[in-house]
């Protein structure tokens, strides 16, 4: 199988998945190695600051195309609170917009050597950006950014299980300067639901607003817990129902390179078994 010859939103977004699983690879890896899918090479690894400094990510090439994936988090049931609601202004687009404090603050940390290791690549190859969970939130700003300030005027988005990231003033800009983008949400993943459209710090009266950014592309399922509704895992599982025959060629011509998922029904409860472990970074 020639990866370079993905074609259609249903190979890429498998594709996709599976390199924002190989994000968590390299975050659990002590020496930040991953599976490199056949004719790409990494170019950057993206370090920003959380807590600490950390690998959040990397961009990889090939002949044809840019990648630059962004890890999240995995634990889908403490993330969200009243007390990470808070915004500050976007500031590298002209529009005046709001964006999500704590996830703006991470991207921030990471933009100038993202931007950097982008100017040392060639712009004629077209430019995919992706991300899950706290990932898709970090691709998000990033399209907008590069949309707005690179050669790459471009960029196509994918993302998977993505909190809101802005305001409607936001969401308005990124679909203007990002009108190729996929934001595949399961329904029934909470984080999908986060920060609510209409936040408000503990005992005080300021709210603050959040809307998506577009396009939707609805992906429904049920695993039975909340992890198991957003862990990429369960997204790849999903996907690949759309193409099992190119989901095949895939993990066989990369070893090591597709999500693992394994869920065992018992007694009402769910387990799954990832080759991608997924990190627990709080958002804040």
């Given at each position: 199988m020639?990866?370079?010859?993905?074609?259609?939103y249903e190979e890429w977004a498998i594709f996709l998945a599976a390199i924002c699983g190989q994000t968590y690879a390299q975050?659990?890896?002590?020496?930040?190695?991953?599976?490199?899918?056949?004719?790409?090479?990494?170019?950057?690894t993206i370090q920003a600051k959380s807590i600490t400094w950390e690998?959040?990510?990397?961009?990889?090439?090939?002949?044809?195309?840019?990648?630059?994936?962004?890890?999240g988090t995995s634990s889908a049931t403490n993330w969200i609170s009243d007390t990470i609601a808070s915004q500050k202004r976007f500031k590298y687009i002209k529009e005046d917009c709001l964006t999500h404090r704590g996830f703006t603050d991470i991207y921030a940390s990471a933009r100038n050597g993202i931007i950097s290791a982008l100017a040392s690549l060639s712009a004629d190859k077209t430019l995919y950006i992706t991300g899950h969970s706290l990932g898709a939130a970090l691709a998000t700003l990033c399209a907008i950014d590069i949309a707005a300030n690179t050669a790459y005027s471009s960029p196509n988005q994918?993302?998977?299980?993505?909190?809101?990231?802005?305001?409607?003033?936001?969401?308005?800009?990124?679909?203007?300067?990002?009108?190729?983008s996929y934001r595949i949400a399961n329904l029934f993943d909470v984080i999908t639901h986060a920060p609510p459209s209409i936040s408000k710090l503990p005992k005080r009266d300021k709210k603050y607003y959040y809307s998506h950014v577009q396009t939707l592309s609805a992906l429904p399922f049920q695993n039975g817990a909340l992890d198991?509704?957003?862990i990429i895992g369960s997204?790849?599982?999903?996907?690949?129902?759309?193409?099992p025959e190119f989901t095949q060629q895939l993990c066989s011509a990369n070893p090591?390179?597709?999500?693992?998922?394994?869920?065992?029904?018992?007694?009402?409860?769910?387990?799954?078994?990832?080759?991608?472990?997924?990190a627990v970074t709080p958002w804040r």
């Open positions: 020639q990866v370079g010859n993905i074609k259609g975050f659990a890896n002590a020496d930040g190695s991953f599976v490199v899918p056949l004719h790409y090479s990494v170019s950057h690998r959040f990510g990397f961009i990889i090439e090939s002949p044809q195309v840019i990648i630059i994936a962004f890890r994918f993302t998977f299980g993505s909190p809101r990231v802005g305001d409607p003033a936001f969401a308005k800009a990124f679909a203007k300067y990002v009108p190729n198991l509704n957003h997204y790849f599982a999903e996907l690949s129902q759309l193409d090591g390179f597709c999500p693992v998922l394994k869920v065992k029904s018992g007694r009402g409860e769910n387990t799954s078994d990832k080759q991608d472990p997924q």
